[in-house]
C-alpha cells in the first residue's frame, strides 16, 4: 500500500546521513497509526536535522533557531486536533532552544519532540554542540571541546518529563516502535535519536553505536523515576535505548479548558460594576 506521507523531493543530505533512518522510521510510524498527511504538522528550526519536515508530505512550519518547541506548541493550542511534532538537531534543540526545552517540560503541552542528536553541529561545518563528548575534535576546537556533554535524557527525566525516549536511526523498526508510542502519548514525549554525522563526527558511526545500543528489558519499569535516572546516566561501552519513563498526567490543554470552564474563577479581582463604583467613590 502507497505510503500517503511519502514525497518526490531530492534530499539534500549527505550519503549515508542518520538523518535518512530517522525519516524512514518516522514516515511509517505515522502511516501505520493511521494518520492522514493534511492533520500532521512538523516544525522545525535551523540545521541538516530540521530539513526533514520538507521531505514527507505534511504541513510544515520552518522557523528560526532553536524556536521550533514555543511553535509547536502555539500550533496545539489553536487546534488540539492536530498532531504536532517538533523536530531537529541536537544543536538547535539543546543549544539555542535548551530553555524552551524546560519549559515545554513543565508545562507539559501535547505535542511530540524529537531530537536528532549526531553530537555535532552538522549544517555550520562541524562544531562541538551541546552533546560532544569533552574532548572532541573540530575545525573549531581543534585541541579538544573544553565542555562536558549535556544529557538531555536525564534532565528531562529529573524534571518530571511525561515521555523520555532514546532511539537509534541505526535500527529503523526499533525506533519506529518508539517514536509510534510517543505520537500515542498524551503529553509532552521527547524522543532522543543517536544518529551518526558521516561527514563531521568521525567518531559515533553506525558501527560505533551497533557496538554498544542494547534495549532496555521488561525488568526496566519506566515509571520508576530514580530508576529511569540512573538508568539515563549510563553512556560509554553500553548505551541504553527505548523507553526510559512514563508519567501520566494532565497536559496543558487539559488544565486550560479546566480552567476556562470555570470563569468565576478567572478574575479574582472585584466584579466590572464595582469597580466603576469604587472609582467614581474615589472621585468625589
Same mark, same amino acid.
Given at each position: 500500500?502507497?505510503?500517503?506521507?511519502?514525497?518526490?523531493?531530492?534530499?539534500?543530505?549527505?550519503?549515508?546521513?542518520?538523518?535518512?533512518?530517522?525519516?524512514?522510521?518516522?514516515?511509517?510510524?505515522?502511516?501505520?497509526?493511521?494518520?492522514?498527511?493534511?492533520?500532521?504538522?512538523?516544525?522545525?528550526?535551523?540545521?541538516?536535522?530540521?530539513?526533514?519536515?520538507?521531505?514527507?508530505?505534511?504541513?510544515?512550519?520552518?522557523?528560526?533557531?532553536?524556536?521550533?518547541?514555543?511553535?509547536?506548541?502555539?500550533?496545539?493550542?489553536?487546534?488540539?486536533?492536530?498532531?504536532?511534532?517538533?523536530?531537529?538537531?541536537?544543536?538547535?534543540?539543546?543549544?539555542?532552544?535548551?530553555?524552551?526545552?524546560?519549559?515545554?517540560?513543565?508545562?507539559?503541552?501535547?505535542?511530540?519532540?524529537?531530537?536528532?542528536?549526531?553530537?555535532?553541529?552538522?549544517?555550520?561545518?562541524?562544531?562541538?554542540? %551541546? /552533546?560532544?563528548? &569533552?574532548? !572532541?575534535?573540530?575545525? #573549531?576546537?581543534?585541541?579538544?571541546? @573544553?565542555?562536558?556533554?549535556?544529557? =538531555?535524557?536525564?534532565?528531562?527525566?529529573?524534571?518530571?518529563?511525561?515521555?523520555?525516549?532514546?532511539?537509534?536511526?541505526?535500527?529503523?523498526?526499533?525506533?519506529?516502535?518508539?517514536?509510534?508510542?510517543?505520537?500515542?502519548?498524551?503529553?509532552?514525549?521527547?524522543?532522543?535519536?543517536?544518529?551518526?554525522?558521516?561527514?563531521?563526527?568521525?567518531?559515533?558511526?553506525?558501527?560505533?553505536?551497533?557496538?554498544?545500543?542494547?534495549?532496555?528489558?521488561?525488568?526496566?519499569?519506566?515509571?520508576?523515576?530514580?530508576?529511569?535516572?540512573?538508568?539515563?546516566?549510563?553512556?560509554?561501552?553500553?548505551?541504553?535505548?527505548?523507553?526510559?519513563?512514563?508519567?501520566?498526567? %494532565? /497536559?496543558?490543554? &487539559?488544565? !486550560?479548558?479546566?480552567? #476556562?470552564?470555570?470563569?468565576?474563577? @478567572?478574575?479574582?479581582?472585584?466584579? =466590572?460594576?464595582?469597580?466603576?463604583?469604587?472609582?467614581?467613590?474615589?472621585?468625589?
Amino acid at each position: 500500500m502507497h505510503n500517503p506521507f511519502e514525497s518526490d523531493l531530492e534530499i539534500a543530505w549527505c550519503p549515508g546521513c542518520g538523518n535518512f533512518g530517522i525519516l524512514k522510521a518516522l514516515k511509517e510510524a505515522l502511516f501505520e497509526l493511521g494518520y492522514k498527511p493534511q492533520r500532521v504538522v512538523l516544525v522545525s528550526g535551523i540545521g541538516q536535522a530540521a530539513k526533514l519536515p520538507h521531505y514527507l508530505r505534511v504541513n510544515v512550519f520552518n522557523g528560526l533557531h532553536g524556536r521550533s518547541i514555543p511553535a509547536a506548541f502555539a500550533i496545539k493550542a489553536a487546534n488540539p486536533e492536530l498532531l504536532v511534532i517538533a523536530e531537529s538537531g541536537d544543536g538547535c534543540m539543546y543549544g539555542e532552544g535548551g530553555n524552551h526545552l524546560l519549559h515545554a517540560i513543565r508545562r507539559n503541552p501535547d505535542i511530540t519532540v524529537i531530537v536528532h542528536d549526531n553530537q555535532v553541529y552538522g549544517l555550520t561545518k562541524g562544531q562541538a554542540s %551541546p /552533546t560532544s563528548e &569533552e574532548g !572532541f575534535v573540530s575545525k #573549531v576546537q581543534t585541541l579538544g571541546a @573544553l565542555s562536558s556533554p549535556f544529557h =538531555p535524557l536525564s534532565v528531562a527525566i529529573a524534571q518530571d518529563a511525561s515521555f523520555v525516549a532514546r532511539g537509534f536511526s541505526g535500527d529503523i523498526e526499533g525506533l519506529k516502535e518508539i517514536l509510534k508510542k510517543a505520537l500515542s502519548w498524551k503529553g509532552f514525549a521527547l524522543v532522543d535519536v543517536l544518529q551518526p554525522c558521516v561527514t563531521f563526527n568521525r567518531v559515533n558511526t553506525f558501527g560505533w553505536y551497533k557496538e554498544r545500543v542494547y534495549y532496555l528489558g521488561e525488568d526496566h519499569d519506566p515509571g520508576n523515576q530514580i530508576r529511569a535516572f540512573e538508568k539515563s546516566l549510563e553512556w560509554g561501552q553500553k548505551i541504553p535505548l527505548g523507553i526510559f519513563y512514563m508519567h501520566p498526567k %494532565p /497536559t496543558y490543554q &487539559e488544565k !486550560f479548558y479546566a480552567q #476556562v470552564s470555570q470563569p468565576h474563577l @478567572l478574575y479574582r479581582g472585584p466584579l =466590572p460594576e464595582e469597580a466603576v463604583t469604587r472609582e467614581l467613590q474615589l472621585l468625589v
